[in-house]
């Protein structure tokens, strides 16, 4: 019935005087009704729940330098704070189209940016790989300009769903796009000691990858459950318990953060989509197209750097970076995960 007024839902109730899980944070979650404390949040250094903030924005613009009415691609729309940007600069005629591999979050930003003024006439979204840019480009011609802004975005690991955190207990999947491939949790299930070691090393360098790996192969062969974050966190912590007692906390919140890392690396074959991605990319800029590209770990920026050096090198290239640009040292003091940041780019000849 119309006149019937809508059920009030109760939030979420939560003990002491802060929110703790995701769920609880429904001001972060409501920013529009909630724009004073989701500000707060942001001036006090953090990211408000299901928000990301956008790393290297003025110095992406100024590498992409925008012009009205050009064709431009965003690899990785995530929260859409670059592609926003971006659309500010393109004005009428221009044309942005955006992909994401996340199911989830791309109908949401797509929404958001709608909401602002820029609908399906001028942003073009489309739920692809970028490993699949030739097929974006074979739609839209070629790119005047392209930006990547590689790896995963807070609210991907902030969602407990989605198992990118340790932080929160929740299925071990740690997939970009839950409905493609297999999740982390049925990988370890399927992958040998060696193998897994060797995951664990060449992801994120981890010091105590056999001790780690040994742990969770025998857990599996045991048949004990590992099927989510916390089960995960409590074998490394298990694999762990040799080390000193005043190293031994600070040390297994960095090797989950590295194990979690070199999963979620595998699960989605991160390594593999940028390498593929790196190589289709000169044939779908047009002639002094501009790219940039932001990596947050050294796989990533190792493979940026050689196929830009080894594609200037063969003239697909006239120009590119010398050395990666880091953020500032106030973004970084306000944005830890900025810290990290290494951008690059290229001019296509
Ligand atoms: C760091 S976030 C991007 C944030 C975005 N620049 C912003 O300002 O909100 C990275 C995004 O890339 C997406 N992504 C990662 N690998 C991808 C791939 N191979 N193809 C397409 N999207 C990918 C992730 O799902 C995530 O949303």
Redesign the pocket.
Known sequence: MDDEKPKHVRRVRYKGKHPKSFKEKYKELNPDQYAEAVEKIKQQGRTPAGM?R?ICVREILEILKIQAGETGLD????????SLEMLKCLGAGGRLFA????PY?LPKTKERLAAVGYGSEVLITQQI???KIDKVAEEAGSFNFVLA?????YM?IDNPERGFTFKYEGPLDLR?DPEKGRSAAALLKAISRRELEELLFENADEPHHKEIASAIVSRIAKKLPLETTIQLQDTIKEALDFLPKDVMKEEIKKACQRCFQALRITV?D?FG?LEEFLEKLPYALAPGGRVAILTFHSGEDRRVKKSFQHLLHFGAYSDIAPEPIRASAQESSSNPRARSAKLRWAVKA
Request: glycine share 14%.
């Open positions: 990301h956008s690899a990785t729309l995530g929260y859409g704070g670059h992909i994401d591999v996340d979050e790989n970028f490993s802004d590689l790896g995963v975005s991907q970009l989605n991160e989509a």
